[in-house]
């Protein structure tokens, strides 16, 4: 065998060494991925959660204080809403006028921040099972209140609230 043919076995064989190392790396960094990946999909599910987690509460807080303002304007102006309109002079009709105004725009305050509770839910930015649970009975008082008959009548205003009501509601859907 000469120089040259043994210089080649020695070249091929190095090669075919380097060939099986850098195999064995290129497994080895695979499997390390597949773990970062791994809990790169976990530390995002708990991002999502946690994410949800904060709307979820962030929309309590718009409800809790938009009812929180209706009742207490509710009962600043009770007594004067109590009184017969037509046995009062005309600077306590108008006081009367302005109290009215300002509970229906509180009610209509609560009724938005359902609406926008009830939207984050259509578009799935909340967890749908907890969100039901919370708010199935709140959506469905609010939705049947006479009170607010005016409001949800053929309104495309507060069509999250109608759309989420008639999911969870409609025995026929």
Do not use: T
């Not at 009962?75 to 109290?99: F, I, M, V, Y």
């Not at 839910?121 to 009170?147: A, H, I, M, T, W």
């Amino acid at each position: 065998m000469s120089e040259f043919e043994l210089a080649s076995i020695c070249i091929a064989a190095g090669a075919l060494v380097l060939s099986f190392v850098s195999l064995g790396f290129s497994i080895r960094v695979h499997r390390d991925n597949k773990k970062l990946s791994s809990a790169s999909a976990a530390l995002h599910a708990q991002a999502l959660a946690l994410q949800h987690g904060d709307l979820e509460l962030s929309l309590r807080a718009m409800i809790g204080a938009a009812q929180a303002r209706f009742f207490e304007l509710s009962e600043r102006h009770g007594s004067l809403l109590s009184r017969d309109p037509e046995k009062l002079n005309s600077q306590d009709r108008a006081a009367r006028d302005r109290s009215v105004k300002l509970i229906e725009a509180a009610q209509e305050a609560v009724v938005n921040a359902y609406e926008e509770a009830c939207s984050k839910y259509r578009d799935g930015k909340v967890d749908k099972v907890r969100f039901k649970k919370s708010y199935q009975r709140e959506v469905r008082q609010l939705y049947e209140d006479k009170n607010h008959n005016q409001l949800f009548n053929n309104s495309s205003r507060f069509g999250a609230i109608i759309a989420v009501y008639r999911e969870w509601e409609d025995k026929e859907a």
